[in-house]
Every structure is written in structure tokens, then in C-alpha cells.
């Protein structure tokens, strides 16, 4: 970095907030874009890119909005914890799963 820049900027010029560190919760993010785009964004292969379109753009979102120093994102490894399901029988059993659909890795 320059000497006597101020610090790391950001797009648009804007500087960073010095020791601001943002924790987002990657899973629930994800979820949410795969709903909220429409499953007609793909990939030029035809391979159904919505998930990760909206998650990108939601982080970029976040970053532009906040001017974090750091971002953090953080992935459940299991998305159907077996305490939950031992806790409450019905825990997403209302969910059916899509024959051709891809999923996560887990």
C-alpha cells in the first residue's frame, strides 16, 4: 500500500472501516438467492447458476454497504442437523427432494 494512502480502499474510492470484520452466515445466504433468483440464470453450459449468481451479489452488497476490512463466511457442514431432527420429528420432512436437482457437497 502507498505511503500515505489512509488505508486499503474499495470500489468506488471509498476506504475500508479499519478493523471492521463482517461474519456472514454463507448457508442461509445461499438458500435465500436460490429462491430469490430465478432459476433461468445459467451457466453457458445450461447448468443452473442462481444460487451462486445472487450469493455473489449478495456479498457484493454487503461489502459495497458496509466497507468491511474483512469478510468472513461461514458454511454449516451438515444442513440437517441430527440434534434438530431428534428434537422435533417433523424437522423438514415437509421438504421433497428434486430428482434432477444438483446439491451442495457435503
Same mark, same amino acid.
Given at each position: 500500500?502507498?505511503?500515505?494512502?489512509?488505508?486499503?480502499?474499495?470500489?468506488?474510492?471509498?476506504?475500508?472501516?479499519?478493523?471492521?470484520?463482517?461474519?456472514?452466515?454463507?448457508?442461509?445466504?445461499?438458500?435465500?438467492?436460490? =429462491?430469490?433468483?430465478? +432459476?433461468?440464470?445459467?451457466?453457458? +453450459?445450461?447448468?443452473?447458476?442462481?444460487?451462486?449468481?445472487? =450469493?455473489? #451479489?449478495?456479498?457484493?452488497? %454487503?461489502?459495497? /454497504?458496509?466497507?468491511?476490512?474483512?469478510?468472513?463466511?461461514? %458454511?454449516? +457442514?451438515?444442513?440437517?442437523?441430527?440434534?434438530?431432527?431428534? %428434537?422435533?420429528? /417433523?424437522?423438514?420432512?415437509?421438504?421433497?427432494?428434486?430428482? +434432477?436437482? #444438483? #446439491?451442495?457437497?457435503?
Amino acid at each position: 500500500m502507498p505511503r500515505g494512502s489512509g488505508g486499503p480502499t474499495r470500489a468506488g474510492g471509498k476506504r475500508a472501516r479499519a478493523g471492521l470484520t463482517l461474519l456472514v452466515d454463507a448457508s442461509s445466504l445461499i438458500y435465500r438467492a436460490f =429462491f430469490a433468483v430465478p +432459476d433461468t440464470v445459467r451457466a453457458p +453450459d445450461g447448468t443452473q447458476v442462481n444460487a451462486a449468481h445472487g =450469493f455473489l #451479489e449478495m456479498l457484493s452488497n %454487503l461489502a459495497v /454497504s458496509y466497507r468491511p476490512q474483512f469478510m468472513v463466511a461461514a %458454511l454449516d +457442514d451438515d444442513w440437517r442437523p441430527q440434534w434438530r431432527v431428534d %428434537l422435533i420429528d /417433523s424437522y423438514k420432512t415437509h421438504r421433497v427432494a428434486a430428482a +434432477d436437482a #444438483e #446439491e451442495l457437497p457435503s
